[in-house]
Every structure is written in structure tokens, then in C-alpha cells.
């Protein structure tokens, strides 16, 4: 999802558009003369994942020209990831690129911003404007262990050492109307960023590094499976240098004889400095009964402050495992197919198959197989 202006108000021409980590190598040891102990195979994975929610508006309408009113809901976000290494018994290790884009805004700002886009008339008054966006495109190394015990229970720990490509973190406070040319009003700007999509601001672009961690833990038998992810458990992005913008925007009267002209006004100061931010938590689970032929399963979701449920259903016994659910509060049908060992799985899900209506899109590709 490309990121946008705030509005095409706000565009003023603007000019701005690792470290090395070695895995650990575990070797054979020689138990008696002429006898080693055999290395596991190496295993070679690709994972692809791609999640994108918009609720005011369709994605597509989204990242456009809003056409449509915006509706309910007061969150926009998507999560991509891509990931492919290799294991070598419980351990791996891969290259993996992450794009999060998260934006908060309450209904009164989305109808402001639709009203700009479409050249109508603001509110007869200003309104409560809330925006907070966070943004992050990242890729490096990341290290895996997992552990399987004799009871059924499994774990899986993932560390990832990121080079920080570009980000977004700031947020809009305040009342603001628009007139013709310019948003007016009174507002507080607190916003940090690798490239300025408000105001115009030069400067040489920083450079950032993190680390996160994400925990898998399951229990699994003959009839039933469980399994809990959490992804950005523990988060820490750095960044060296960043631009710092803060201050607020203010109305200013023009003074123009026989016409009253608002222009907006920003004060504050632009700085360098240090930041840090961490990543929200992102957590699924899923319950999985094993019946005669087929599987049950429920699926939950927690993210943006919202948990989704989503009961399905795979039978076994056809060619391709087929399986589908449906999230009953967003209206999300997810379709899979995979192998019987699920090492090939293929998932698509969306609210409307006409993908230009959809307010959710779902996209998932998982391949392993040994080298």
C-alpha cells in the first residue's frame, strides 16, 4: 500500500521523496572410531504474507482518489512480509524484507480529507482531527530455533536483525477546516520521519536499525491442534539522526480589504535527534479438531485493538485439502489449498470478490522442501 499525502493541499512542491550477523552451525560429533553421528537435511522455506485491512473506504479507493464518502471505522492498515532461508534441524536461519503501514483517524478527519479530494465545501465549522500514521520498511537476517517435546508441546522463538529502510511516525491533534486552498485551524503536529509527506523539509536521509522477536507455542495430537503466534512481542527500531517536526498549525487572517483570506500557519522547530519506536503486537491462534475426513478449525486475530474470529472447515479426504472460513463480523472469506503435509499451502481471502470493492485482502504463499 503507497503511501499518501494528507491532502493535495499539503503537497507545497516538495523536494524529499548493518551490521553483519553470523548463525550459528551446528556439526556432527564422532561417537566411536568410523561412526559420526548424521546431519539432518537441510531444508529450504519461502514464506510469503500479505494482510491488508482498510474500513472507512475500499483498499483500492484508498490509496486513490477517494471517489466514494467515506464510511464507518477509524483504521487502515496492512502487514507484508517475505521470508526465505534455509533449516538445518531446529535451527534457521533467513532473509526476510517487512512492510507495516498503520493509520488511526477518526470519521470527522476522513470526511474532511473526501471533501478536500473532491473539491467540496468544508464544514460550515472546524472539527475534532485525529491522524496518527506509523510506517516501516525494514529487511535483514533473522534466526530461528524451535523445540518439540515428547507431550505434544511445541515452541518456536524468531529473532530478527533489521536494516531500517524508510519510516513514518507522527500524529495530528486538534480542529482544522478547509477553504479553498489551505487547511485552517488550530492543530499539533508531533511527527518524525525519513522522508517529509507534509511539509517540505530537506535533509539527509537517516539511517536505522532494530531488532524484533516473535514466539510460536502449540500443543499437538492425534485429534486436536493449538497453536498461538505472536509477532513483535519484543520490538526496538533505532534510528540515528531522524528529523524531528514539532508544533501546531494555526489560522492566520490575511487582512485583504472587503474579504476575509485564512492562510495556515505553522510554528514549531525542526530538529535531528535520536529516535526510537517499538512495532504494535500482532497475535492469531488457531484451534484445529480432527474429525472423520475432515478438520474444524477456529482462527482468531488481534490486532488494532480489534479481535476477528474466523470459523472454517478442511476436508482431508479431496484432492488439494480445500479448506474455507469466514469472518462473520468483516464478511472475509479465506480459501486455501495444500499438500497433505501443508510444506506447499496457497491462501487468498477477501470480503468482495470484486477485489476494486474489497475492504480486506488476505494473500499467503508457504513452500518447503528438503535440499
Known sequence: ????????????YRTGLGHRWWP?????LVNVPLQSVALPSPEVSLDFYSRTVSEALP?????GKWQQAPGGGENTWTRNRLDTGVWLGDWGVSYTVRYDYQLKYNQATA??????EQGLNPPQDAVPVY???????ADGIRLKRRWSLDSGLFLQANVSLLKAREFQDGTIDGLLSSDEQFFAGNASLDYRYSEDLLLEHEF???????????????????QRKVIVRVEDAYSLIRWEQAPYTHGKFDT????????????PVFSGWRELEDHEFTLPVYATGRYVEQMDGYQLSLDMEYFADQVRYRPGIRWGNLPGNPYVGVDGAEGQWVFTLSDDSEQLRLQLGFDDPNLEKAHSLTMALVWSTPM
Open 111 to 116: 470526511d474532511l480529507y473526501y471533501r478536500d
Open 131 to 137: 491522524l496518527n500514521a506509523l510506517q516501516l520498511l
Open 204 to 222: 539527509e536521509k537517516p539511517e536505522g536499525e532494530g531488532l524484533t522477536v516473535d514466539l510460536v507455542a502449540g500443543y499437538q495430537n492425534n
Open 1 to 12: 500500500m503507497p503511501l499518501k499525502l494528507c491532502s493535495e493541499q499539503g503537497d507545497f
Open 59 to 63: 483498499i483500492n479507493e484508498f490509496t
Open 24 to 28: 550459528f552451525l551446528f556439526l556432527g
Open 252 to 263: 492566520a487572517d490575511r487582512d485583504v480589504e472587503d474579504e476575509v483570506q485564512l492562510a
